[in-house]
């Protein structure tokens, strides 16, 4: 069945490092959504990306969506404590999949 | 701005009983869902509701799940007899016009299955 694989799991990094989190589907996607869920908190969304090559960019972060739809990525320059938590990728066409997440950590 | 709720933020309850969660979507929302996400693990889909039935569901929604949208208001999540594995956060979500569309969570429920 479609999988939707996240990498890293885990990125620890030190403030103003870049960051960036990968997610890798088995098939072809109509679109696919991210999310950042806070360390106790429920998901927030924060982009959707529906054409093949799309870059949408908010403040310090760029969102990519390959040109095959079949990956896409998630870039953080110069990270700031806030932006703490876990950034999921998801897809919306057909099953409704989430990525396993990837945690990212600060360090002040 | 606004937001969805949910209903207990926390429940506690014994293995076999039965357990309602509540959620109160967005007003004007069409589409609403289900997920839960055991502690330290990743979020994952239970349902989708659109139109007064079910448009969607995964393995994990079996017999012992349900849903219900009961007054035009509130969507709610029964589980009719819990198991040990069901102590999760539960979230709602809803989404507006269409299904590719930005979903708003709600702060979750808590259950715990003692």
């Known amino acids: 069945g479609q999988q939707v694989m996240q990498i890293p799991q885990y990125q620890h990094v030190q403030e103003g490092e870049d960051f960036t989190t990968y997610c890798n589907s088995s098939t072809t996607l109509s679109n696919i959504q991210w999310y950042k869920q806070r360390p106790g908190g429920h998901p927030v969304f924060l982009i959707q990306l529906v054409k093949s090559g799309e870059v949408k960019k908010q403040k310090r972060l760029t969102f990519q969506f390959g040109e095959a739809k079949k990956n896409s990525s998630l870039h953080i320059t110069a990270t700031q404590t806030t932006d703490v938590g876990t950034y999921f990728c998801?897809?919306?066409?057909?099953?409704?999949?989430f990525g396993q997440g990837t945690e990212l950590s600060v360090k002040p | 701005e606004p937001e969805v709720t949910q209903t207990p933020s926390h429940q506690v309850t014994q293995m076999g009983q039965e357990v309602i969660l509540r959620c109160v979507p967005i007003?004007?929302?069409?589409?609403f869902y289900w997920y839960r996400q055991i502690l330290g693990q990743k979020v994952e889909f239970l349902v989708s509701?659109?139109?007064?039935?079910?448009?969607?569901k995964s393995e994990i929604f079996d017999d012992q799940f349900s849903v219900e949208r009961p007054d035009g208001s509130n969507f709610t999540l029964k589980i009719r007899s819990t198991k040990l594995e069901d102590s999760a956060m539960y979230f709602c979500?809803?989404?507006?016009?269409?299904?590719?569309?930005?979903?708003?969570f709600g702060p979750g429920t808590r259950l715990t299955v003692l």
């Open positions: 509701f659109y139109n007064n039935e079910i448009s969607e």
């Open positions: 007003s004007n929302h069409l589409y």
């Open positions: 998801y897809n919306q066409g057909g099953k409704l999949i």
């Open positions: 979500a809803s989404s507006g016009r269409t299904d590719y569309n930005e979903q708003f």
